[in-house]
């Protein structure tokens, strides 16, 4: 594997954790179990997943006197069934411009698009998991007001991370986005005099899985628009990553290789477990980069002794980047210290002085040990 010696490259929020598990792991095997079922039993807890989406049914009479917990102005036109794939109406080829409200009632939360006619303006409406997205395109409406009660809401919902406009580059036509970060049933409602479309949001059962997606680099915001026309015909799905800008996903697989095999020239496979937020990969020598310290942090999970890491970290460590060469190197601090394995501590001093890195003391005190 080759890496870019000047990359910048970030180094993990969670790397302090998994340096604590290498020092746990250098005690006794059934402390790294414990520990590896505690770290996943956290992930499991913070992972969370929404069903699938809205598709047309007729109204029930149960359902229409259950919407009246939470009054809604103007005339109950359709509802759609809970979690199916893509719903489509509104009468209105103009829907002149729409304003977002939220209204919150126990655990139901409602996001309301009012549109300044009588009639809701045409919509389709979209959903796709992993992560949950909810994607509002309204052709012939000019833009979306988001009032201040959505940026609250924001903070404060259990269900919704954001809510943006997608810079589709389609002349008269808005696409709004609204990203979920909590496992919730969803729900659309259409209603006239006025018009709007009602978003319910209600608790659902979490749901954990693991999927591989085939996607673009990340773009500016600006760029977007010539990155869809180079995918023009396929069924693709806009992405706002970890960093604000926006990518291409082209499809989902339930294992690397059946990605891998769909792939590309420019296109990336980036594993993606319940509701993790997207990395943004600006170059491939970033993306090869974060799969390569990937690779390293599986291994300080996995490793039952020092010997493989110390291998690895042996391996790699010339070609690394400054900011690979650190990672590498507090992994391999934190999994010895307390160690007591028979180790090549001259050969660990010498990975170090390598990095033009100063040798740890506990390596010092080993070396200088009869």
């Given at each position: 594997?080759?890496?870019?010696?000047?990359?910048?490259?970030?180094?993990?929020?969670?790397?302090?954790?998994?340096?604590?598990?290498?020092?746990?792991?250098?005690?006794?095997?059934?402390?790294?179990?414990?520990?590896?079922?505690?770290?996943?039993?956290?992930?499991?807890?913070?992972?969370?997943?929404?069903?699938?989406?809205?598709?047309?049914?007729?109204?029930?009479?149960?359902?229409?006197?259950?919407?009246?917990?939470?009054?809604?102005?103007?005339?109950?036109?359709?509802?759609?069934?809970?979690?199916?794939?893509?719903?489509?109406?509104?009468?209105?080829?103009?829907?002149?411009?729409?304003?977002?409200?939220?209204?919150?009632?126990?655990?139901?939360?409602?996001?309301?698009?009012?549109?300044?006619?009588?009639?809701?303006?045409?919509?389709?409406?979209?959903?796709?998991?992993?992560?949950?997205?909810?994607?509002?395109?309204?052709?012939?409406?000019?833009?979306v007001e988001v009032l201040s009660e959505i940026t609250?809401?924001?903070?404060?919902?259990?269900?919704?991370?954001?809510?943006?406009?997608?810079?589709?580059?389609?002349?008269?036509?808005?696409?709004?986005?609204?990203?979920?970060?909590?496992?919730?049933?969803?729900?659309?409602?259409?209603?006239?005099?006025?018009?709007?479309?009602?978003?319910?949001?209600?608790?659902?059962?979490?749901?954990?899985?693991?999927?591989?997606?085939?996607?673009?680099?990340?773009?500016?915001?600006?760029?977007?628009?010539?990155?869809?026309?180079?995918?023009?015909?396929?069924?693709?799905?806009?992405?706002?990553?970890?960093?604000?800008?926006?990518?291409?996903?082209?499809?989902?697989?339930?294992?690397?290789?059946?990605?891998?095999?769909?792939?590309?020239?420019?296109?990336?496979?980036?594993?993606?477990?319940?509701?993790?937020?997207?990395?943004?990969?600006?170059?491939?020598?970033?993306?090869?980069?974060?799969?390569?310290?990937?690779?390293?942090?599986?291994?300080?999970?996995?490793?039952?002794?020092?010997?493989?890491?110390?291998?690895?970290?042996?391996?790699?460590?010339?070609?690394?980047?400054?900011?690979?060469?650190?990672?590498?190197?507090?992994?391999?601090?934190?999994?010895?210290?307390?160690?007591?394995?028979?180790?090549?501590?001259?050969?660990?001093?010498?990975?170090?002085?390598?990095?033009?890195?100063?040798?740890?003391?506990?390596?010092?005190?080993?070396?200088?040990?009869?």
């Amino acid at each position: 594997m080759s890496h870019h010696p000047k990359l910048p490259v970030e180094i993990p929020d969670d790397l302090g954790d998994v340096i604590q598990q290498g020092i746990d792991r250098g005690k006794k095997a059934a402390d790294r179990r414990r520990v590896r079922q505690a770290a996943a039993r956290t992930a499991c807890s913070l992972v969370l997943v929404l069903g699938v989406f809205v598709g047309g049914v007729n109204v029930s009479p149960a359902f229409a006197a259950a919407v009246e917990n939470v009054p809604i102005l103007g005339q109950l036109v359709q509802i759609f069934g809970r979690n199916q794939a893509v719903v489509e109406g509104g009468s209105a080829p103009d829907g002149g411009t729409a304003a977002v409200t939220m209204e919150r009632d126990g655990d139901t939360e409602l996001m309301q698009l009012r549109f300044a006619r009588e009639e809701a303006a045409l919509y389709q409406a979209a959903f796709a998991s992993y992560p949950k997205t909810v994607t509002i395109t309204l052709p012939g409406t000019a833009g979306v007001e988001v009032l201040s009660e959505i940026t609250r809401a924001q903070d404060t919902s259990q269900y919704i991370k954001s809510v943006y406009q997608v810079p589709t580059g389609a002349a008269g036509t808005t696409v709004l986005q609204l990203e979920l970060e909590s496992d919730a049933n969803v729900q659309i409602e259409e209603y006239r005099d006025p018009g709007s479309l009602v978003i319910r949001l209600t608790p659902a059962e979490i749901q954990l899985d693991t999927v591989y997606s085939l996607r673009t680099l990340s773009v500016s915001a600006q760029d977007l628009p010539a990155l869809l026309e180079r995918y023009d015909g396929r069924s693709t799905r806009i992405l706002q990553d970890g960093g604000g800008k926006f990518f291409v996903e082209l499809g989902q697989y339930d294992t690397r290789d059946e990605a891998l095999a769909a792939a590309s020239d420019g296109l990336i496979v980036e594993e993606r477990t319940g509701n993790n937020v997207p990395v943004c990969y600006e170059t491939l020598e970033q993306y090869r980069s974060a799969q390569f310290l990937d690779g390293y942090y599986q291994l300080l999970l996995s490793a039952a002794s020092a010997e493989p890491v110390i291998a690895f970290v042996r391996e790699h460590l010339a070609a690394a980047s400054p900011e690979e060469r650190q990672v590498l190197l507090d992994g391999l601090s934190g999994l010895i210290q307390d160690t007591d394995e028979d180790l090549d501590w001259a050969e660990i001093a010498a990975l170090y002085q390598t990095a033009d890195q100063e040798v740890p003391a506990l390596v010092r005190e080993h070396l200088t040990t009869p």
